[in-house]
């Protein structure tokens, strides 16, 4: 199947694509905010340069869109049916970049947060998206997701 709009077109799309300071991290970040906490932005010192650190407890959260990071079960996870070889190599890439990121900092005594897009679309989990982080930011637990995806 071709696509559907010109190569020049698509190319400017995707140009528009931005790592830092997406939707869904500007989202979280206000919900750390208003929760009280206070972070510092993509330390590229430290494995996968996290979207947010809590450096005093050692905390690193990713927010991750869905489509970009494969996310399990997502309806915005959807592979592009033009170009599908390319796609899956490139998507499967990211997601296993993500998973080397999050043990090496694991292994380094941090603990990992991800922040699916969609939760930060979802307009109950967004309202209570301060406290789901607080609760977690307060827990023990070594890896965490938040999540608006419906797992089957």
């Keep these: 199947m071709a ?6 077109v698509r190319s400017r799309m995707m140009s528009g694509i931005r790592g830092k300071h997406t939707k869904p991290e500007m989202v979280v970040r206000r919900a750390l905010f208003a929760a009280g906490y206070r972070f510092r932005l993509h330390r590229r010192d430290l494995p996968g340069a996290p979207d ?11 927010a991750h869109g869905c489509f970009w990071h494969m996310h399990s079960g997502c309806k915005n996870a959807k592979l592009p049916s033009t170009r599908a070889e390319f796609w899956r190599a490139k998507l499967a890439g990211n997601a296993a970049r993500d998973d080397r990121a999050a043990r090496a900092l694991r292994d380094a005594g941090w603990r990992v947060l991800v922040v699916w897009e969609c939760a930060t679309r979802d307009p109950h989990i967004r309202a209570s998206l301060s406290k789901g ?15 608006g995806a419906v797992h089957a």
């Design 52 to 62: 947010i650190v809590l450096p005093g407890r050692k905390v690193a959260i990713f």
């Design 133 to 147: 982080l607080a609760d977690w930011i307060d827990g023990d637990e070594p890896v965490g997701e938040i999540s």
């Design 3 to 8: 696509d559907v709009v010109a190569p020049a």
